[in-house]
C-alpha cells in the first residue's frame, strides 16, 4: 500500500494537470480553429487517475478503520474536487464559446 503522503501528492498531481489542460481547452475554446475536446479528454483521463488514487484511499481507510486524516490529504482532496468543478463548468462556457462562434461565423457570411 502506497502511503498517504505520497497517494495525496499523486491525487494533487493529477487534478493539476486536470487543471491545466481545463484551461487550455477553454482558451482554445474561444479560436474557431483550435479544438477544445482532445485538451477535455486528457482532462477527464488526469482526473480519472486521481480519483483512482482517491478510491484506494478511501478503500484502505474502511478496510483498515484508521481514519486519521492529515492536512495534505485534506488538500489533495480539495484539489481533485475543484479540477471536479472546472471541468463541469469548463464543458458547459465551451459548448457557449462555440455557439458564439457559430454565431460570429454567420455574421461574417451574412456580410459577404
Do not use: C, W
Amino acid at each position: 500500500m502506497k502511503g498517504l503522503e505520497e497517494s495525496s501528492f499523486e491525487i494533487i498531481s493529477h487534478s493539476g494537470q486536470a487543471k491545466t489542460e481545463i484551461m487550455a481547452a477553454i482558451a482554445d475554446s474561444r479560436d474557431t480553429v483550435k479544438d477544445p475536446q482532445p485538451l477535455l479528454k486528457d482532462a477527464k483521463e488526469e482526473l480519472k487517475k486521481a480519483q483512482n488514487v482517491h478510491l484506494k484511499v478511501i478503500s484502505d481507510f474502511a478496510k483498515t478503520g484508521k481514519s486519521n486524516i492529515d492536512p495534505l490529504y485534506m488538500h489533495a482532496e480539495d484539489q481533485m474536487i475543484t479540477a471536479e468543478t472546472f471541468l463541469d463548468l469548463a464543458t458547459e462556457l465551451i459548448k457557449t464559446n462555440s455557439e458564439i462562434n457559430k454565431l460570429k461565423q454567420e455574421k461574417r457570411n451574412n456580410k459577404d
